[in-house]
């Protein structure tokens, strides 16, 4: 057997740790090591041991788990601190970082580096926090390069410092770049990271290519409401340099808690992107690659999708992390840590870490968390494949099945009706909604998804009606009517009547199926008045939470595109347009708001223009509020609107 091993990358390391290096002795611990007879008989006897003996590889067994991944890819995180306060990684104050005498030193870093590279690790990335801001950096980089069998050193920053650093960073030995950029444009960029920057992330990633890297990756987390309008410009970024820009699914992780609602899909990208250019092909990969990748014909860069919530690649996980306080990750998702640094500090020898590593590696599960897994697939297939009625039964069915292996997190999201006892869950996906009576699928709902006990159904739980765009809600117990058609009932209403209200005058939403395409716009205004110091520190932009009118920009260019969820009867609409502008009245120290939109379609943007100047008055009020509270919103009305039935308005 030993001979059999012996050629193995790391054979060594697994003989002396698995079937035991000579006479029997007791580690630091006080627990014998294991013979080599008894260390093999453990080793034919346990399902990870068997795959090892039939699947033999050139590759260490304490880094092959009991699915036969191998872990060939390890990530250090050089530091806990980062200089942005990126709105879905960390609160604006920060977080309580741990004492520096609990850090991984730089000779601890280089220690167990050296040490996974020995047993078959290639690839390490020093991620963050920021990596940058770590004085060492480069030396960290230099002495990692000296490290016989490591093929790549890679690092994935925020871009801020890359432009000073770079050059040093390629000579000590750097290989790969990730650059870290959500939105292309620079208002929206100081909203999202709550910081200034933008043109020194631009500048790094133009020095990394005038240096040779190829290619420079820049990872885009891809968020409903803040950024998904984005996708085409960061597409087109590809046309004249060598990138490689990989978008991201929005992930929840605890900080941020469960927000579905902010998750764009893998899929529903990728459509977006070939509306444009139909002619996007697609590109090969290695069977761990986490990235889904295509290309534009004739432009130098590619995209690539990072599929972690709605096609995750588990299967294929080659990675290990070690966080900035020595604690060693086998998965992203898991809460399970085991402390490395404890082990070096307490005067471990090198057998015992392999030991510690092999022990970690072999707990690792098979798929991490299962809310990503679960909800994430059935509601886009639900929605993108439009079943007929027997199969979303099934699938309903099953996620009925799983629903109480939701963690704690997710069955808070099924929330009960105090009153009737019922259990719905919230809306999550914005632009197209299903809902169930009878096992069928029908889209294009607006509301909550209503579950309730049915006795006459083989379902625990059945969908009720969530007020449908296209029918009239109806009483059928109190009225003995037959249950509606999946195409419901039609109804006109007068120009001259409220057409957001039924015969019963119930709240119900306007039927515009059977309305022509226009083009429709509206624009809106508003003022802020500020008083003259909250003005002046306006003007001189010296408020402390930023930039007000660059934020206040921006959060009403997303509440534009967000009205549908704020105004519950309004319809979800495409816009082609949204302009936002603030101006200074000196005259009245104001803030004057204007907003612009645009669509094709069958219904007016009047309401998602004065959403716009409405949500950008709050955030100058918000942003001003220290300040002064004799803050005074008004004059929001409707300028002008042109398209529709009813025809073009334009206020004198």
């Not at 998904?228 to 699914?249: A, H, S, Y």
């Not at 290309?295 to 096609?311: A, C, D, L, N, Y």
């Not at 200074?584 to 907003?595: G, P, T």
Request: glycine letters at 8%.
């Amino acid at each position: 057997m030993a001979a059999a091993w012996g050629g193995w990358r790391g054979g060594p390391a697994f003989l002396r740790g698995a079937l035991g290096a000579g006479p029997r002795r007791a580690c630091s611990s006080g627990a014998p090591v294991r013979t080599p007879a008894a260390a093999a008989q453990e080793l034919q006897s346990s399902g990870r041991g068997r795959f090892l003996l039939e699947h033999a590889a050139p590759f260490s067994a304490f880094l092959t788990d009991s699915f036969g991944r191998q872990h060939n890819y390890l990530r250090i995180s050089l530091t806990e601190k980062c200089n942005l306060r990126c709105q879905y990684c960390m609160p604006e104050e920060g977080v309580q970082l741990t004492p520096k005498s609990d850090l991984l030193t730089t000779q601890e870093i280089i220690t167990l580096a050296k040490l996974f590279v020995k047993e078959g690790v290639e690839k390490i990335r020093l991620t963050g926090g920021e990596p940058l801001i770590r004085p060492d950096v480069v030396d960290i980089v230099g002495q990692l390069r000296k490290l016989e069998g490591l093929k790549t050193i890679a690092v994935t920053t925020n871009g801020m410092n890359l432009t000073r650093l770079l050059p040093r960073l390629k000579e000590a030995g750097l290989n790969a770049i990730n650059i870290s950029l959500d939105t292309l444009v620079p208002a929206k960029f100081e909203f999202i990271v709550r910081r200034k920057g933008f043109h020194k992330v631009m500048e790094g990633i133009h020095k990394a290519t005038e240096l040779g890297y190829r290619p420079v990756k820049v990872n885009c987390v891809v968020m409903r409401g803040f950024n998904e309008d984005e996708l085409l410009g960061f597409v087109d970024f590809t046309k004249d340099l060598p990138l490689d820009v990989r978008f991201i699914e929005y992930m929840p992780f605890d900080g941020n808690k469960w927000n579905f609602k902010k998750m764009v899909s893998y899929k529903e990208m990728l459509d977006t992107i070939k509306q444009q250019w139909p002619e996007l092909e697609k590109l090969s990969c290695e069977t761990s690659s986490t990235a889904k990748s295509y290309k534009v014909p004739h432009f130098q860069g590619q995209i690539s999708f990072i599929t972690s919530m709605s096609e995750h690649f588990c299967g294929s996980c080659s990675r290990l992390r070690i966080t900035a306080d020595g604690n060693l990750k086998v998965c992203l998702f898991g809460n399970s840590e085991v402390s490395l640094r404890d082990h070096l500090r307490s005067g471990a020898s090198e057998e015992e870490l392999v030991q510690v590593i092999g022990a970690a590696v072999g707990r690792k599960k098979k798929q991490h968390a299962e809310p990503a897994l679960i909800l994430f697939p059935l509601c886009q297939d639900a929605l993108q494949n439009s079943p007929n009625s027997k199969q979303w039964g099934h699938t309903f069915s099953h996620w009925l099945t799983l629903r109480a292996r939701f963690p704690k997190q997710m069955r808070k999201a099924l929330m009960e009706n105090k009153l009737t006892g019922q259990l719905y869950l919230p809306r999550s996906c914005p632009e197209q909604q299903w809902h169930i009576t009878t096992g069928i699928l029908q889209p294009h709902l607006r509301g909550p998804c209503v579950f309730q006990k049915d006795p006459s159904s083989t379902f625990d739980l059945k969908c009720l009606d969530a007020s449908p765009v296209n029918q009239v809600s109806v009483d059928y117990q109190s009225k003995g009517a037959s249950p509606r058609s999946e195409l419901g009932t039609m109804v006109s209403r007068a120009s001259d009547s409220l057409t957001h209200t039924d015969e019963e005058g119930r709240a119900t939403m306007v039927d515009v199926g059977g309305k022509s395409d226009s083009r429709r716009s509206a624009v809106a205004v508003a003022v802020v008045h500020l008083g003259e110091k909250a003005f002046g520190m306006v003007r001189q932009n010296q408020v402390k939470k930023g930039n007000v009118l660059a934020v206040a920009q921006v959060a009403g260019i997303q509440g534009a595109k967000l009205t549908s969820q704020l105004i519950p009867l309004c319809h979800n609409i495409p816009l082609n347009h949204v302009e936002v502008s603030l101006s200074l009245d000196e005259d009245r120290y104001a803030v004057v708001i204007r907003s612009a939109c645009q669509t094709w379609g069958r219904t007016g943007v009047e309401m998602e223009a004065l959403t716009a100047v409405s949500l950008a008055a709050l955030t100058v009020y918000d942003m001003c509020k220290a300040v002064t509270h004799d803050i005074v919103i008004e004059e929001v009305r409707l300028l002008s609107k042109t398209g529709g039935q009813r025809g073009d308005f334009s206020r004198v």
